[in-house]
Nanobody, 118 residues
């Protein structure tokens, strides 16, 4: 059974920091493209950043220089360090595991709430 379990969300003031974690099980973690997505209130889900099996990253412009993705293959965990948080970063943050084989299932976590107060 595949599970992606996010943690680390919470309430923080503008300019503050949070570190999200996503622990994966049931997949060959090191082979997957891992990503963080977010869904702000009343808006569609959007990609924040992805990291390939080789460590190549792709950030959305609004978080470049503020957010950093990393992963620990030994722990099957991907992280999102979020600094200089802004109210517009308020959203539910989701972890996603993209299969290296296009025909196979991708997986989502349950989400963790991040709220940045102004």
């Amino acid at each position: 059974q595949v599970q992606l379990v996010e943690s680390g969300g919470g309430l923080v003031d503008t300019g503050g920091s949070l570190r999200l974690s996503c622990a994966a099980s049931g997949i060959i973690f090191r082979t997957y493209v891992m990503g963080w997505y977010r869904q702000p209130p009343g808006k569609q889900r959007e990609q924040v950043v992805t990291i390939t099996s080789g460590g190549r990253t792709n950030y959305v412009g609004s978080v470049k220089g503020r957010f950093t993705i990393s992963k620990d293959n030994a722990k099957n965990t991907v992280y999102l360090q979020m600094n200089s948080l802004k109210p517009e970063d308020t959203a539910i943050y989701y972890c996603k595991a993209d299969s290296p084989i296009p025909s196979m299932t991708d997986y989502w976590g349950q989400g963790t709430q991040v709220t940045v107060s102004s």
